[in-house]
């Protein structure tokens, strides 16, 4: 159904061609401030990105971060007070209103409160962005038909919104998002307002847009699990500025900033041993010459036998208390928690091992000098 | 049942002719004024919302004259509107009396609220939904058609009720300094000359035209509210 979804319009930009056509999103040195009462707010600062092509890029951070005005600065919903954007390599930030309109309806957009028009039905929800493209009366109802059936809500064409469900209300405003076959789809926290369950649906059904249909989707969100579910790529965003950025793998194997650990340890269950440490828990009362370790399988080693190859090799005992796999992609990365008993120079030999195997270290209670 | 009514409400059966004719009158001070009040109250109605601060076309200028101005004229009360206008309405309608004279100073009376009745159902619709127009690239004038007024029918039309049955109030105030109309009638014959069944009966007509237009708003605004 979306023969004809990618323009061939003329690029304008030479910097879009130089990159092979790598940006289809760039932001440049873009910052928004809020004058509020006379006080000052740099809600973004100094921004610089570059989205690919075909991509789901995610952007994390805490209310307030300045995530949801970056990404109004896509649309120019939000106007940068400095910085240049650029789609496809022409400079969004340079248009006349009459051009950025024209940009807009093929950047689709999703929202926290989905934002549906109540008096409405769905079908005349979905059909709303396509008064004014030309398509004849036939060519717009089967559209609509085609979108509705993608989000698997044909049955519920004539019902108003306010007799969906929230899962429900975000599909169609995906089909409405999607109806002037947009290049970009920008989600501002569309998972947030919604169950688990409803969440993982729609985090499928953004992947099928993504995979079938080509189009890349930027992704606001403050649950790390959304990144983790269906981000290639992600930024890290704190009082305004990119922190951190990079592929969504390695950010989870190795993050850099506190705050992007803070994130990655929210998705695991083995930051809970730091709460059992400060508990005093009985799990991590230490017989003398017994370490709390932390272990990271910071590449794709999660496969070799770590834990019964040092156990053999400098005669440990390995008792595991947390462990934690995940897929990211198609990687497997986790770490482990366990309580390791052996002679001093033993477990110094296995954590030097373990580091050359590239595996991350942390002892986090040490009972060999007690 | 002729005979029932003549022994009822003697004084209105002998002068059917002047009821009617009050009646007509009432009707056409309620459909003029009460155009002319849409078409003012709702234009600035959309001004205000759309100029307010943080809206798709802020003006602070635009919105505090309209705001004002607003102000202004529901502080006035409406029995010194009535007398105030005579000038204006003379040189606009050319007279300042009867059925005519009374439009001008009706409408004075009956717009700036009207507008603030518009300003509070086009202010109900949710900031998210012009955030999600804009974003699929509908220009300001297409929000304003397709959106502001499309969602707020239910609102308009509890609006429009409201107002016209307060304009049913105005135009009897009208009447009281002669304007023709229901109000007149009641007065001038009820009140002036002692016969109360002739204010009864103005009142049950009343009653009955207000409870029409409630009954028929009512209806409107809830085949449009979806919620």
């Given at each position: 159904?979306?023969?004809?979804?990618?323009?061939?319009?003329?690029?304008?930009?030479?910097?879009?061609?130089?990159?092979?056509?790598?940006?289809?999103?760039?932001?440049?040195?873009?910052?928004?401030?809020?004058?509020?009462?006379?006080?000052?707010?740099?809600?973004?600062?100094?921004?610089?990105?570059?989205?690919?092509?075909?991509?789901?890029?995610?952007?994390?951070?805490?209310?307030?971060?300045?995530?949801?005005?970056?990404?109004?600065?896509?649309?120019?919903?939000?106007?940068?007070?400095?910085?240049?954007?650029?789609?496809?390599?022409?400079?969004?930030?340079?248009?006349?209103?009459?051009?950025?309109?024209?940009?807009?309806?093929?950047?689709?957009?999703?929202?926290?409160?989905?934002?549906?028009?109540?008096?409405?039905?769905?079908?005349?929800?979905?059909?709303?962005?396509?008064?004014?493209?030309?398509?004849?009366?036939?060519?717009?109802?089967?559209?609509?038909?085609?979108?509705?059936?993608?989000?698997?809500?044909?049955?519920?064409?004539?019902?108003?919104?306010?007799?969906?469900?929230?899962?429900?209300?975000?599909?169609?405003?995906?089909?409405?998002?999607?109806?002037?076959?947009?290049?970009?789809?920008?989600?501002?926290?569309?998972?947030?307002?919604?169950?688990?369950?409803?969440?993982?649906?729609?985090?499928?059904?953004?992947?099928?847009?993504?995979?079938?249909?080509?189009?890349?989707?930027?992704?606001?969100?403050?649950?790390m699990q959304?990144i983790k579910?269906?981000?290639?790529?992600?930024?890290v965003?704190?009082?305004?500025?990119?922190?951190e950025?990079g592929?969504v793998f390695d950010i989870f194997a190795g993050p850099k900033e506190p705050i992007t650990r803070e994130f990655v340890e929210n998705t695991t269950t083995l930051s809970r041993i730091y709460e059992l440490v400060d508990a005093k828990s009985d799990v991590t009362k230490l017989q003398p010459g017994q370490i709390i370790l932390r272990s990271n399988y910071l590449e794709k080693n999660v496969s070799e036998a770590l834990v019964s190859q040092i156990s053999r090799k400098f005669n440990l005992d390995v008792n595991i208390i947390f462990g934690n796999v995940e897929l990211i992609?198609?990687n497997p990365i986790g770490g482990l928690v366990s309580i390791v008993q052996g002679g001093k120079k033993d477990i110094e030999d296995a954590l030097t091992y373990l580091k050359e195997k590239n595996v991350g270290v942390e002892v986090i209670l040490d009972g060999r000098n007690s | 049942?002729?005979?029932?009514?003549?022994?009822?409400?003697?004084?209105?059966?002998?002068?059917?002719?002047?009821?009617?004719?009050?009646?007509?009158?009432?009707?056409?001070?309620?459909?003029?004024?009460?155009?002319?009040?849409?078409?003012?109250?709702?234009?600035?109605?959309?001004?205000?919302?759309?100029?307010?601060?943080?809206?798709?076309?802020?003006?602070?200028?635009?919105?505090?004259?309209?705001?004002?101005?607003?102000?202004?004229?529901?502080?006035?009360?409406?029995?010194?509107?009535?007398?105030?206008?005579?000038?204006?309405?003379?040189?606009?309608?050319?007279?300042?009396?009867?059925?005519?004279?009374?439009?001008?100073?009706?409408?004075?009376?009956?717009?700036?609220?009207?507008?603030?009745?518009?300003?509070?159902?086009?202010?109900?619709?949710?900031?998210?939904?012009?955030?999600?127009?804009?974003?699929?690239?509908?220009?300001?004038?297409?929000?304003?058609?397709?959106?502001?007024?499309?969602?707020?029918?239910?609102?308009?039309?509890?609006?429009?009720?409201?107002?016209?049955?307060?304009?049913?109030?105005?135009?009897?105030?009208?009447?009281?300094?002669?304007?023709?109309?229901?109000?007149?009638?009641?007065?001038?014959?009820?009140?002036?000359?002692?016969?109360?069944?002739?204010?009864?009966?103005?009142?049950?007509?009343?009653?009955?035209?207000?409870?029409?237009?409630?009954?028929?708003?009512?209806?409107?605004?809830?085949?449009?509210?979806?919620?």
């Amino acid at each position: 159904m979306q023969d004809g979804l990618r323009s061939d319009a003329p690029v304008k930009d030479i910097r879009y061609l130089e990159k092979g056509g790598i940006a289809l999103i760039k932001f440049e040195h873009v910052s928004k401030t809020f004058t509020n009462n006379g006080k000052v707010f740099k809600a973004v600062d100094d921004v610089n990105i570059d989205i690919k092509d075909g991509e789901i890029f995610g952007i994390i951070g805490y209310s307030g971060a300045g995530k949801s005005t970056l990404v109004r600065c896509t649309n120019l919903l939000e106007r940068p007070t400095s910085g240049k954007v650029y789609i496809k390599g022409e400079e969004l930030t340079a248009m006349s209103e009459k051009e950025l309109r024209a940009h807009r309806k093929k950047i689709g957009m999703i929202f926290q409160q989905f934002n549906l028009f109540a008096s409405r039905t769905v079908y005349e929800n979905v059909a709303f962005p396509l008064k004014g493209s030309g398509l004849g009366k036939a060519e717009k109802e089967k559209k609509v038909r085609e979108l509705l059936e993608l989000v698997e809500l044909e049955e519920k064409a004539a019902a108003y919104p306010s007799q969906l469900s929230g899962g429900q209300k975000q599909r169609v405003a995906i089909a409405r998002a999607l109806a002037n076959d947009p290049e970009i789809l920008l989600s501002d926290e569309a998972t947030s307002a919604l169950d688990p369950r409803t969440t993982k649906s729609i985090l499928n059904l953004l992947k099928k847009v993504n995979k079938e249909m080509g189009i890349t989707i930027v992704v606001i969100t403050h649950e790390m699990q959304v990144i983790k579910d269906i981000c290639d790529r992600v930024a890290v965003m704190k009082d305004g500025k990119v922190v951190e950025s990079g592929n969504v793998f390695d950010i989870f194997a190795g993050p850099k900033e506190p705050i992007t650990r803070e994130f990655v340890e929210n998705t695991t269950t083995l930051s809970r041993i730091y709460e059992l440490v400060d508990a005093k828990s009985d799990v991590t009362k230490l017989q003398p010459g017994q370490i709390i370790l932390r272990s990271n399988y910071l590449e794709k080693n999660v496969s070799e036998a770590l834990v019964s190859q040092i156990s053999r090799k400098f005669n440990l005992d390995v008792n595991i208390i947390f462990g934690n796999v995940e897929l990211i992609g198609d990687n497997p990365i986790g770490g482990l928690v366990s309580i390791v008993q052996g002679g001093k120079k033993d477990i110094e030999d296995a954590l030097t091992y373990l580091k050359e195997k590239n595996v991350g270290v942390e002892v986090i209670l040490d009972g060999r000098n007690s | 049942m002729a005979e029932i009514l003549n022994q009822w409400i003697p004084n209105v059966m002998v002068r059917t002719d002047v009821l009617w004719q009050s009646f007509v009158d009432t009707i056409v001070m309620v459909g003029w004024s009460g155009a002319i009040s849409f078409v003012i109250g709702i234009i600035l109605g959309i001004a205000l919302v759309i100029t307010r601060p943080g809206n798709i076309m802020e003006n602070r200028v635009c919105y505090q004259v309209i705001d004002k101005v607003v102000n202004f004229f529901r502080s006035i009360p409406f029995i010194v509107l009535l007398c105030g206008l005579v000038p204006l309405s003379r040189l606009i309608m050319g007279t300042g009396i009867g059925v005519r004279g009374a439009i001008v100073p009706l409408v004075f009376g009956c717009a700036p609220f009207f507008t603030r009745q518009m300003e509070a159902a086009l202010s109900d619709v949710s900031p998210g939904l012009i955030e999600a127009a804009q974003s699929m690239g509908l220009s300001n004038p297409e929000i304003i058609v397709r959106v502001y007024l499309k969602e707020s029918i239910a609102g308009i039309a509890r609006g429009v009720t409201i107002t016209i049955i307060s304009l049913i109030g105005l135009t009897a105030m009208a009447g009281a300094v002669g304007a023709g109309g229901l109000g007149n009638f009641a007065i001038m014959y009820g009140h002036d000359r002692n016969m109360p069944d002739v204010t009864y009966t103005t009142v049950v007509i009343l009653v009955v035209i207000v409870t029409v237009i409630q009954i028929l708003g009512n209806y409107i605004a809830k085949k449009n509210t979806h919620e």
